[in-house]
């Protein structure tokens, strides 16, 4: 029902934002580093559950929309690869400040963590944008059920977010560090992930959502 070319697809996009400075991993990071591992791994337990959110709630909404007019998709795309490019820019432009780098924030017990975690993710604009812009775009009205796509498509990034932000609450404390004393590798990494971001706002306005079902570029 889904193919192989969608699913690489939303996990492109997926590994390109959620390694872009955002609000997610900016309160994951500061968490972690404040408060230790296992208040990050807490936090990340409400932005997983945010996600569950935002994947129930848009799949049901678009699957009526998409069916009724299918032609929303095409402006779907394009304000989809609008919004990639101006995260690009936000990460690479002069003077844009590093996700690691980090202030000191008061501890708070395990139950306002994940409150916290479900509020930052549910808040976040560019989750928002991605449920309802980017993720569509690769659904294929030729090949079948609309909801049942939007959910896969939606698991692969839930899974692609989970990880990479766990790996990232697990070694918060070292990659600050680590980049606090090697300015050079920070400018790198801004321009290496804002770069990723502008490639996929390129392809995935170049994309064509006609009925084919073509799917961007991996």
Known sequence: MVEQSAILG????????????????????????SQGRRAG??????????????????????????TAVPQILTLIRLVGAAYL???????VKPGGVSVFTVQDIPPDPPRRLFAMG????????KIAILYISVIPQ????GKGNVLLQGIILGGFQIIV?????????????GIAGFLARRPTWLRA????????????????ALSDNSGSGSHMAT
Do not use: E, H
Not at 19 to 29: F, I, K, R, T
Not at 161 to 173: D, P, W
Not at 189 to 204: E, F, I, K, P
């Open 85 to 91: 490019l101006w995260l690009a820019w936000k990460t």
């Open 10 to 33: 939303v996990v492109s996009v997926a590994l390109g934002m959620v390694l872009s400075p955002g609000p997610n991993m900016m309160y994951l990071v500061s968490r972690s580093i």
């Open 41 to 66: 791994v807490m936090s990340l337990s409400g932005v997983v559950a945010g996600f569950l959110i935002y994947l129930v709630g848009t799949n049901l909404g678009l699957a009526v929309l998409f």
């Open 118 to 125: 479900l509020m930052t993710n549910l808040l976040n604009p």
């Open 138 to 141: 690769f659904i294929d009205l």
């Open 161 to 173: 977010a989970t990880t990479v932000n766990l790996s990232i609450v697990l070694a918060a404390g």
């Open 189 to 204: 990494q801004r321009v290496v992930m804002g770069s990723t971001l502008g490639v996929l706002a390129v392809m995935l």
